[in-house]
């Protein structure tokens, strides 16, 4: 099971006007983070700023009197400034993800990393609940406040992951009624612990090979935006998955006998759809090949170009992400669906870092627009 442990620290400069608390998720291997932070904030001025991390994707961000913000990259950084109507003391809602860098088997989260705000107004004492992998563990705290907080957490069983099991538990034989009836309800155990977003109750179907490849925390990290997740056995070896969002996916698994349950051994996860005309499928490949050539060159207008101006997440935003992203292996189409028309995109970002880009699409004057974009991490 994941990991979580609750903090108390003092963030930045001293004082009792605000007050914290967070919601950490990491994969260190991957370098993979999500927040959700809520900040009571008594600001100085009209215009209160915080620092993030140079790739860090704003995906909330409200307060009780937010006009709007403003968002600014560097390679050092990212600078998001408010804009607020009243200057009085309010509540700022705010979650981000993005991936650090990865480092071996110790990551040192500190301020030239930049995973916490860097806030220009005070907080204290913010409570953090933060949540790691169940082979990694939080070590110290590296820093005492008022300073940014910075903190090490650690591998525990890295060797344990490379050695092979020293037992070999039969394989389930072809299923009879009463085998099939098992497995449909580990099928149901799984989907029910999916839309749960509970990892524990993932993994505990999981077997250990599978749990230390962070398949639980991938499973449970399935944006909400996707709705309910409903699933149907095919076979003893197929599961399609769908969402109400109308994603679909066909998973392919293998079951074995560990003491008196069944336990998932294998499972590999594969868009699906219905086959595009191939005028179509033809178009969205030379979209995406094109999108990732204007990447490479760092082309900002024609990407901008690409994207619809009212693209949900801002066009300033998502353009700064897709110039994030590593340009050198292709992009591969890997998921389409008709309605609403949307793609999946195959993004090999680094060796431990793999993204699905899901894209919303309508047709522009000359080219494919998007209008919306949602990323996942797959490892």
């Known amino acids: 099971m994941r990991k979580s442990v609750y903090c108390l620290l003092l963030l930045l400069l001293w004082s009792t006007s605000a007050l914290a608390q967070a919601e950490v998720f990491f994969l260190p291997e991957s370098g993979f983070l999500r ?32 006009r709007e913000y403003n968002i600014q990259r560097s390679a050092h950084g990212t600078v998001v400034t408010l804009s607020l109507q009243q200057v009085r003391r309010q509540t700022l809602n705010l979650s981000y993800e993005g991936f650090l860098s990865p480092r071996n088997s110790e990551v040192l989260l500190d301020r030239d990393s930049l995973w916490f705000p860097e806030f220009s107004f005070a907080i204290e004492s913010p409570q953090i609940h933060f949540t790691l992998p169940d082979d990694w563990s939080l070590v110290s705290w590296q820093s005492e406040p008022p300073f940014y907080p910075a903190l090490t957490v650690r591998s525990t069983a890295l060797a344990a992951a490379d050695q092979p099991l020293t037992e070999t538990p039969p394989l389930v034989d072809p299923p009879t009624r009463a085998g099939a009836s098992r497995m449909q309800m580990q099928v149901t155990r799984l989907t029910n612990s999916i839309n749960q977003r509970n990892v524990g109750e993932i993994e505990a179907l999981l077997s250990h090979p599978l749990r230390q490849a962070g398949l639980g925390q991938y499973l449970a990290s399935l944006p909400s935006s996707y709705g309910r997740v409903t699933s149907s056995a095919q076979d003893e070896h197929t599961i399609l998955f769908s969402t109400d969002r109308g994603f679909r996916y066909q998973a392919s698994v293998l079951w074995q006998e560990r003491g008196d349950r069944l336990e998932l051994v294998s499972f590999a996860l594969t868009p699906q759809g219905p086959d595009l005309p191939r005028e179509v499928l033809h178009s969205v490949e030379e979209f995406v090949g094109a999108m990732r050539l204007a990447v490479q060159a760092a082309n900002e207008d024609r990407l901008l170009s690409l994207l619809n101006p009212s693209i949900a997440q801002g066009q300033g935003d998502v353009l700064q992400f897709l110039l994030s992203l590593n340009p050198v292996v292709p992009w591969t189409v890997e998921y389409a669906v008709l309605e609403p028309f949307a793609i999946t995109v195959f993004v090999p970002h680094a060796e431990r870092t793999k993204l699905l880009l899901n894209l919303e699409l309508s047709p522009g004057q000359n080219h494919w627009v998007i209008d919306r974009l949602e990323v996942v991490p797959v490892g």
Request: proline share 9%.
């Open 35 to 66: 927040v959700q932070l809520e900040v009571t904030m008594e600001p100085g001025s009209a215009a209160p700023s915080f620092l993030l991390f140079p790739s860090a994707q704003i995906t909330e961000l409200w307060a009780d009197e937010l």
